[in-house]
Structures are given as structure tokens and as C-alpha cells.
């Protein structure tokens, strides 16, 4: 008996852990893109719930305008709650606002505005359009209607890297606009397909549209606002302004906490949890006879097709199975016998249901949802509502207002072009990073290198930062300012309070210090519940450092993958200039192949961190984003290991403006680290991602032979280990070099395509060089051979495998001695550089290794 119970309860019980786990780990949404602006503000505002709305002065770089025109008021009325609508900018011609997307998708744009009084603008007269290249948001819109605010939400997919706003005025009129979010959205919020109840049948095809949100209701709940939404939705409260007949609904609710997330479905994404603890139910659902419909009206634009979603949560039943009811959308059925239990299996688990409602079925501008309970034999005749969405999809033309397409100019046809050609370069944050990319990028650009030049950044800056500002400044009619082009690119991961940081490094104490680079020194923090945390503090920053920063964590926060160390965050209050990263458990990679009593890894195990690091070289190359980056500095130190031995590259894009970030430090001012340069790099100062690939060839041969790339206490013809190991490899006695712990494990074959691939990735000239996807597949084909040696299971095989090694090993050794004998000094750079590496410079080697 006892069995029979335990049984489903356990079973019960883990599937309730799991549903908990999977709500709590959609609980929270950060949005890649997070652009949220309060215009013609001062400064920045911070909402109730948290949010930072920047000030648009300083945004001004995002902004194409030939003008700077504000509205500003104390007297808004107690009920408009948000700060936003104190101040306003406004626009006497086209103006845009051009938004770097991080991550293309779907996307929130929430737009304010509120006719504030300004002495020589009326705000209720102005008339004005707006829209983005393929999408117009408002036509000819008005705020004149009331004096209220008027608050515009949509959902737009962007594909692009980048989105305009533009604001184009009717001619002889004016547009203004008091805040703007732009911020991503998951993309599970729009469904692919929902059903159409006129004429019944499955709309295909939804995420094709763009929507604008007309009504989100918390239906028999309070309004939930911003705060409790982790989307900063909010949810009207149903108890004013929604038509019901007749008035028969019961309000109910439980406390959120009680509401279970299903395993696939509705999370809290779709909406909060405050959304499925109310309901509105029938009145008199005990009486046996009751039978009428809980309706709700809802005005909508005639000519547009909807999206209507419908969220449930039986919070009424007491036991399963007692709950049917017909949901009705205009008159018509949309579910018949709605059985929740059977759908979610268990009470209080959130379920939602899609229906497109087609511009022809809707008359007199009303969309109409019914409940009433249905045919079927219910115990207890009754029907619930949770909430309610109702999206207008965008029409043939393009439009959610009107029937003009984005292209249709509404006025100002002239003005318009002069100024768009007028700031046409003054894009800024577009131009100015595209423009760095470019350069970094630009293989030939950079000036020829001379060791006398005392400046840092001709050395491996192409570019600096006051050239890029006299640069945009200079092209630029609104006088865009470089140091406030990144300032409000809120994309950037989580801001951290330099007090957070502070307290999870107990005051930055040095015993909190496992590291210490060009940058400054890393430490250990931890936060909530224990998080760890690696915080890299940059030494405090001149003016120039805030603008590298900014570019810096930019670049960096659109950079994941699995085998990159992830930033996690920043914090850039005052002077400071601190990264936040994944703590790796296990650090870096060379301690775990000489130099510390860490256990030695297995071949296999770096086979995998080899592929694994290759892996992350080959996302930064190709780009996870549009464009590749080069790392500039791959090393052992520069690899760390996580918990699970999982390699992920770290200290990337910090290459590019390290240099500068700190300039009281000349051993930053060469980038990449001796032993590791690649010396087309060197003499010729060409940078390219071959260069990484250069290094991460001394990387394979460190791993495999468990030495530094450079060792000056070695006898000089083994100092530099890739022209060490290159030396034996052409001899063919490679063997003689591998770490002694390993060699008897790797089968020949295995090894042979390892070196084959180092070896190519030292190529003199980068462009015999293989790309790091080459070097990621004959990796892996190392690992293959080598997981086949051991799948024969023989071991006589195996023995073999090693005994050829061994042989040939011999059969090498005393052509080894000869050569050791007569190699040369490895030259490191070629003459015309006028440097060359020798005994004298190793000291400052070893600066360089410090790093
Ligand atoms: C602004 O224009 C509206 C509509 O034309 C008018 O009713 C209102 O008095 C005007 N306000 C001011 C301050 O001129
Ligand atoms: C956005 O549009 C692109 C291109 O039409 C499409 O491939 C993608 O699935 C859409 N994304 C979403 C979230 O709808
Ligand atoms: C919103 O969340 C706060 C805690 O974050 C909670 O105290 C409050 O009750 C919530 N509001 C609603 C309407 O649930
Ligand atoms: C509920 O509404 C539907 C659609 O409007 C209608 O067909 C049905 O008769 C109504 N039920 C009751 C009991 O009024
Ligand atoms: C609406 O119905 C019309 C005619 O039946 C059809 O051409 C159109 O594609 C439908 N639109 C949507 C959004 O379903
Ligand atoms: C570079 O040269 C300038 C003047 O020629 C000098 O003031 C400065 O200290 C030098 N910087 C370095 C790092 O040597
Ligand atoms: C930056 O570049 C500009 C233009 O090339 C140059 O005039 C300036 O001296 C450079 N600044 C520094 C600090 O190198
Ligand atoms: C190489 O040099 C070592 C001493 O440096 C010497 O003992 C050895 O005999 C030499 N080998 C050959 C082959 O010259």
C-alpha cells in the first residue's frame, strides 16, 4: 500500500521542483538592447521601478535633429504618474533616433507623450508621423484629444542592426515626444500560429507581423505595473473602463506565490504570476441554473486584424475536473468546453490561448470576449477569465495607423532630405563603432612601426579616440560629442553600484586579488546567495579611458558563447572602471600544464580545452555579431577553465583599448605577449585574426609539451619554444618535447594531426596560416583518432600505438642532440624593425609575461 502511494507523490513532487526551477529561471528577462530615454530631460530619471531613463541632452548622439528644443513642466497632474512626462522634446523638422540592436528580434517600443505647455509651442497642435524605415508607428498623430498623456506600446521585430525612429512633423506642424523605450523582448511572446474564429481555422504565420498592444487587463486584479512585470509591462486593472454584461462577475484571487508555472506553456514571460492569481468568475456559480456570458468590450481601430490572448488559471476550482466552460470572440466560439484541468493537469497552473481576429469580422470598432459555461455536464456551471491581451496587427501597407505605407512622406518633403543629408554622418554611435570595427579591422591602415616613436597608440591603435571625436564632430551639424556617444548605450548587461562591488570584494582587500593584467587587478567577489564573481578593477580613468570603456563593455556584452567568458556586468560610477565577469573555478589554463601542483590533465582533457578555446577564437573571428574580432593576446593565462574544465577565452576586445586604459603602464603599450607575437605582426604591423591564429599555435605546443612559450633560464636554442618545437617537428622528433606525463597516452595518430595543425598555425605569413575553423575541425579529428586508439579496446593495440611512438622516438634521438647543437639564435623580428630578441630584452620579457 505504502508503494502505491509513495509512488505519485515523489513523482509529484519532482515534477513540481522541476516546474519550479524552470519558473524561477524564466522569472527574470534582461533585454539585450535596453535603450530607455526621458527627451529634452537634464538629467537622468529614475522610475519607481528602478529603471534609469537617460537623459536626452546627453543622448543627443543617438539623435539626428538640427535642434534643440525642450519642454519642460513641474505641474503635471498627480495621476500621471510618470516622471517621464515632465519634460519633452520637440522637433521642428524630421528628426531621427537610430538605435545600435545587439540582438535582432523582437522588441518592445514604448513611446510617451504629453502636451506640455511651452511659450511658443502649443503641444496639443502639433501633428506629426511616426515611424521607421518599413513600419509607420503614428500617422498624423495628434495630441490634442485630451490634455492626458498618451502612452504607445508596440512590438516590433527588428532585423537589422540597427533601427531608426523617425519623427516627421506634418508640413508647417511639429512633433514632439516625452520618453522612449526601445528594449528586447523574447521572442516566445509572439506565437507562430493561433486560432481564427472566422471562419474557424489556424492562422499561420504571426511572427511576420508587427504588433501595437491596445489592452493588456489583469482581469479581477489590481494593475500591476512595471515593477512586478519582469518585461516592465503593465497590466490595467479590468474594474474600470471595460464594458461588462451583464454584471454578474465574482472577483477572486489567491496569493501569487500559489500559482505553478507548467513545464512548456505559459511562464512568467508570457505574463506574471499577479496576472493568473485573480480571475473574474460568475457570480452565483454554485446555483445550478445559472446560465449567461461574462463579457468584455473593448474599443479597437476598424481595418486592422488582432491578435487577442486569453490567459487562464483555474484559482476556482477545489478539485480537478469540475471546470467547463465556451470561450466566445465576437460572438462566435473560440473554445468549446474549455476542460483547464485536462490542459495544465493540475489546479492553479497557468495556460494561455491565441485567436487572430480578422479586420472583416470586426464590426463597429468592438472586440467582444466571452465566457460562459458550456454544454457539457459541469457539477458546477461557472467560467473564469485571468487576462486579457488584444494586439493590433499591422496592415498590408505596413502601417498600425492609417493606411500609409513608411515611405508615403507626410510632410516636410523638402526639409526633410536637406537634413537628413545634413546628419546623415552623424549617426554617431552607428558610425563611430562601424568606424572603429573598420579600422581594427583594416588589415593595410595602420602606419609602418617605429620602435623610437614614443607614442603607445601608433603602435597597435590604429585609431584613437580624440581622432574619432574631431572626426564626427567635425562632419557633424549638432555638434555630437564624443564623449556622450556611448553614455547611454544601456545594452550593456547589468550596471553594478560601485558599493555592490565594493562589499562582494570586502573593500577590494588584496587577499581578494587572483589576478592582476594591463587593466588592473582582478579580484574575487561574491553576491547574493554566493555568487562568485571575477571583478576587474580598471586603474581610475582619464577622460579618454570613460570613452574606451563605454566601447569597450559595448563591444564585449554582444559577445557569447559557451567558450567565451561572459561580462556580466559593469560599473562606471565616477572614475571607476570595473568589469564583471564569470568567475571561472578553476583559472587559468597554464597552471594546470606546468608550474603549479594542480594534477596534471590527461591528453584528452587537452584535447577538449584545445578545441574548446579554439572554438572561442573561431566566434570571435566569424562573429556571433556582424563583425569579427581579433583577441590580440591569446596565451595560457588568457584561457581559464571553469568548474567542469570547460575552456573559455577571456581578456578579448580589452586588447583593443588597452593600451590607453591605462597609460601610466608602458609594458601594456605592446600588445600580445613575447613568445606569442606573431612576427608578420611585428615587422609589419598587420593585424589580423592570423595573428591570433599564430598564437594559438604556441598555445598548442605549450599545452602539449608543458613548458612557457618562453623560457629564458633554457639554453638559448630552446628558449622560444615555437621555434623549438618547430625545429624538432622538421626533424620529425616532435615526441622528444611532449610532456613526459602525457606522451606515453597520445597515439601517434592523434598527435600527428596536433602538431600538424600547431605547426601550420605558425606559419611564417598569415596567409598560409589556417582560419581557426580549420584549426577547430583538425583538432577534433585529433580527438576522434585518439578516442578510436582507445575504442579498440586491445591493449595490444594500444601498446603498439605507444611502441611505435617509442621507436621512432629512438630512432630520432641522435639526430636530437646534433640539432640542439646547431640551431641558431631565434630571431624574433626581422631587421627592419631594428629590434631583435636576444638576451638583453628578456628581461623586459618577463614584464611583458606579467602581465
Ligand atoms: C493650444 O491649442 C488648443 C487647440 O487649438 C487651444 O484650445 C489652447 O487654448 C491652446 N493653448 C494655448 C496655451 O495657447
Ligand atoms: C523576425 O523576422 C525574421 C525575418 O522575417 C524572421 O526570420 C524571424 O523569425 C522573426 N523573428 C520573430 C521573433 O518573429
Ligand atoms: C509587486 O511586487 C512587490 C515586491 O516586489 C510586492 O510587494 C507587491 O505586492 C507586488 N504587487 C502586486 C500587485 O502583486
Ligand atoms: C454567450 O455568448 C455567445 C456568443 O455571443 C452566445 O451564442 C450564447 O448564447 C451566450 N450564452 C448565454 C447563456 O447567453
Ligand atoms: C482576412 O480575411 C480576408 C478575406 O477573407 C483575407 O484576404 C485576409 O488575408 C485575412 N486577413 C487576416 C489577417 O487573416
Ligand atoms: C613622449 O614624448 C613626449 C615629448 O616628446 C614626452 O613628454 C613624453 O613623456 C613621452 N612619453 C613617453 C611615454 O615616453
Ligand atoms: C589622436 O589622433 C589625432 C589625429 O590623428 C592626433 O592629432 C592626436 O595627437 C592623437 N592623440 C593621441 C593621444 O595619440
Ligand atoms: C652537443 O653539445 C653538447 C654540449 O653542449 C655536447 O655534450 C654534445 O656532444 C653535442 N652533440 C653533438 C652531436 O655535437
Redesign the pocket.
Known amino acids: 500500500m505504502g508503494g502505491i502511494h509513495k509512488l505519485p507523490a515523489s513523482s509529484l513532487a519532482l515534477l513540481f521542483i522541476i516546474s519550479y526551477f524552470l519558473s524561477t529561471i524564466n522569472a527574470r528577462f534582461t533585454p539585450s538592447d535596453n535603450y530607455l530615454i526621458d527627451c529634452g530631460s537634464p538629467q537622468n530619471t529614475i522610475l519607481d521601478d528602478g529603471r534609469t531613463f537617460k537623459s536626452d541632452p546627453q543622448s543627443v548622439s543617438f539623435l539626428s535633429t538640427d535642434e534643440n528644443i525642450f519642454a519642460t513642466s513641474d505641474s503635471i497632474p498627480e495621476n500621471e504618474k510618470l516622471h517621464l512626462y515632465r519634460t519633452a522634446r520637440i522637433f521642428d523638422s524630421e528628426s531621427v533616433y537610430k538605435f545600435l540592436v545587439f540582438q535582432p528580434g523582437r522588441h518592445f517600443l514604448r513611446l510617451y507623450f504629453y502636451p506640455l ?1 511651452h511659450p511658443s509651442y ?1 503641444l ?2 502639433a501633428v506629426f508621423t511616426v515611424k521607421t524605415d518599413n513600419l509607420v508607428f503614428l500617422h498624423d498623430f495628434s495630441a ?1 484629444e485630451k490634455t492626458a498623456s498618451h502612452f504607445k506600446e508596440y512590438l516590433v521585430n527588428v532585423t537589422s542592426d540597427d533601427f531608426s525612429l523617425v519623427f516627421s512633423p506634418l508640413k508647417k506642424s511639429f512633433a514632439f515626444v516625452n520618453g522612449i523605450e526601445f528594449v528586447s523582448a523574447p521572442d516566445e511572446l509572439v506565437p507562430n500560429s493561433a486560432t481564427v474564429v472566422s471562419p474557424p481555422g489556424v492562422f499561420n504565420g504571426i511572427s511576420d507581423y508587427d504588433f501595437q498592444v491596445l489592452h493588456r487587463i489583469n482581469v479581477g486584479g489590481p494593475m500591476v505595473s512595471p515593477k512586478n512585470d519582469t518585461l516592465s509591462r503593465t497590466w490595467m486593472s479590468d474594474s474600470h473602463g471595460y464594458m461588462m454584461f451583464p454584471k454578474g462577475d465574482k472577483l477572486v484571487s489567491v496569493d501569487p506565490s500559489t500559482i505553478t508555472y507548467p513545464v512548456g506553456g505559459a511562464t512568467p514571460l508570457i505574463a506574471p504570476n499577479q496576472v493568473y492569481s485573480s480571475a473574474a468568475s460568475m457570480e452565483d456559480s454554485g446555483v445550478s441554473n445559472s446560465n449567461f456570458n461574462l463579457t468584455w468590450e473593448m474599443k479597437v481601430d476598424s481595418g486592422f486584424s488582432y491578435l487577442i490572448r486569453l490567459h487562464f488559471c483555474d484559482i476556482v476550482s477545489t478539485s480537478l475536473n469540475s471546470l467547463y466552460f465556451n470561450v466566445y470572440v465576437n460572438g462566435m466560439i473560440g473554445v468549446s468546453g474549455l476542460d483547464l484541468a485536462s490542459l495544465t493537469s493540475n489546479l492553479a497552473v497557468p495556460y494561455y490561448n491565441d485567436f487572430v481576429m480578422n479586420a472583416s469580422a470586426i464590426s463597429n470598432g468592438l472586440i467582444r470576449v466571452q465566457v460562459g459555461p458550456s454544454d457539457l455536464e459541469s457539477p458546477i456551471p461557472n467560467a473564469i477569465l485571468n487576462g486579457l491581451e488584444i494586439m493590433k496587427m499591422t496592415n498590408s501597407a505596413g502601417s498600425l495607423d492609417g493606411v500609409f505605407s513608411s515611405r508615403t512622406n507626410s510632410g516636410g518633403v523638402s526639409h526633410t532630405t536637406t537634413i537628413l543629408e545634413a546628419t546623415g554622418v552623424a549617426v554617431g554611435a552607428i558610425a563611430l563603432l562601424a568606424l572603429i570595427i573598420t579600422l581594427i579591422r583594416s588589415k593595410n591602415k595602420a602606419k609602418g612601426w617605429n620602435p623610437d616613436q614614443n607614442s603607445s597608440r601608433s603602435w597597435f591603435l590604429p585609431i584613437n579616440a580624440s581622432y574619432c571625436s574631431t572626426l564626427l564632430s567635425g562632419k557633424s551639424k549638432s555638434k555630437i560629442g564624443y564623449s556622450s556617444v556611448f553614455s547611454t548605450m544601456t545594452g550593456l548587461g547589468r550596471p553594478f553600484t560601485f558599493n555592490e562591488l565594493r562589499d562582494a570584494t570586502k573593500n577590494f582587500d588584496e587577499s581578494a586579488v587572483i589576478g592582476v593584467g594591463g587593466f588592473g587587478k582582478v579580484y574575487i567577489g561574491e553576491i547574493e546567495q554566493g555568487t562568485k564573481l571575477a571583478i576587474k578593477r580598471g586603474n581610475p580613468r582619464s577622460s579618454q579611458g570613460i570613452n574606451e570603456f563605454q566601447t569597450e563593455i559595448q563591444l564585449l556584452s554582444k559577445l557569447r558563447h559557451r567558450h567565451l567568458v561572459s561580462l556580466i556586468g559593469y560599473c562606471d560610477e565616477n572614475t571607476e572602471m570595473i568589469l564583471v565577469y564569470e568567475y571561472m573555478a578553476n583559472g587559468p589554463l597554464r597552471d594546470h600544464i606546468y608550474g603549479s601542483t594542480l594534477p596534471s590533465l590527461t591528453w584528452r582533457q587537452r584535447l577538449e580545452i584545445s578545441i574548446g578555446a579554439a572554438r572561442g577564437l573561431h566566434y570571435l573571428h566569424t562573429g556571433g555579431s556582424s563583425q569579427g574580432i581579433i583577441h590580440r593576446d591569446v596565451k595560457t593565462t588568457n584561457i581559464l577553465l571553469d568548474e567542469n574544465l570547460v575552456a573559455k577565452v577571456s581578456d578579448f576586445g580589452l586588447s583593443k583599448t588597452g593600451p590607453s586604459l591605462d597609460q601610466t603602464h608602458v609594458s601594456t603599450a605592446v600588445k600580445g605577449s613575447f613568445g606569442y607575437l606573431d612576427p608578420e605582426y611585428f615587422r609589419r604591423q598587420q593585424l589580423t585574426e592570423k595573428s591570433d591564429v599564430y598564437s594559438f599555435g604556441v598555445v598548442l605546443f605549450e599545452i602539449l609539451c608543458a613548458r612557457p612559450a618562453l623560457d629564458p633560464s633554457l639554453p638559448r636554442e630552446q628558449v622560444n619554444l615555437a621555434e623549438w618545437a618547430m625545429a624538432k617537428q622538421r626533424k620529425g622528433v616532435i615526441e622528444m618535447i611532449v610532456d613526459p606525463k602525457i606522451v606515453k597516452s597520445i597515439c601517434s595518430g592523434s598527435l600527428l594531426k596536433y602538431v600538424e595543425a600547431a605547426e601550420k598555425c605558425l606559419a611564417e605569413y598569415g596567409v598560409d596560416r589556417p582560419s581557426m575553423g580549420d584549426v577547430l575541425w583538425n583538432l577534433e579529428f585529433a580527438l576522434q583518432l585518439q578516442d578510436a586508439s582507445l575504442q579498440l579496446d586491445s591493449p595490444e593495440e594500444d601498446d603498439n600505438c605507444h611502441a611505435k611512438t617509442k621507436t621512432d622516438a629512438s630512432e630520432k634521438s641522435k639526430k636530437v642532440d646534433e640539432i640542439n647543437n646547431h640551431s641558431d639564435v631565434s630571431v624574433l623580428i626581422n631587421d627592419d624593425s631594428g629590434v631583435v630578441v636576444g638576451s638583453p630584452l628578456f628581461s623586459k620579457i618577463e614584464d611583458f609575461e606579467g602581465r
Request: overall charge positive.
Open positions: 505647455h502649443n496639443t497642435t490634442r
